[in-house]
Nanobody, 117 residues
Framework: QVQLVESGGGLVQAGESLRLSCEFRGNIFSIRPMAWYRQAAGKQRELVARIGSGGLTTNYADSVKGRFTISRDNTKNMVYLQMNSLKPEDTAVYYC??????????WGKGTPVTVSS
């Protein structure tokens, strides 16, 4: 059984920063790739960033490259998303994600981020 618990969202002004955290509860965190997705109102959920099991491989959506950084701490079963220079278009609910060995997705409940202009 896997449970993902996000935290750290909130209301900020454009240009400010937030750090999202995701706690992984379950087995074998250290070998699982992890990802952050987001879903804005009226839009489809989209991949924001992904990190490999060892933390050395990362991928980012073009819209966040250079502003967001994904990281993980395998000793604490945590994954983070540092978001800098936030823009109003970053407003969304942010979800933590992983998959099992069969490709089935696990999702957290999400944490909302609102960026005011």
């Amino acid at each position: 059984q896997v449970q993902l618990v996000e935290s750290g969202g909130g209301l900020v002004q454009a240009g400010e920063s937030l750090r999202l955290s995701c706690e992984f509860r379950g087995n074998i965190f250290s070998i699982r790739p992890m990802a952050w997705y987001r879903q804005a109102a009226g839009k489809q959920r989209e991949l924001v960033a992904r990190i490999g099991s060892g933390g050395l491989t990362t991928n980012y959506a073009d819209s966040v490259k250079g502003r967001f950084t994904i990281s993980r701490d395998n000793t604490k079963n945590m994954v983070y998303l540092q978001m800098n220079s936030l823009k109003p278009e970053d407003t969304a609910v942010y979800y933590c994600n992983t998959q099992n060995q069969f490709g089935s997705d696990y999702w957290g409940k999400g944490t909302p981020v609102t960026v005011s202009s």
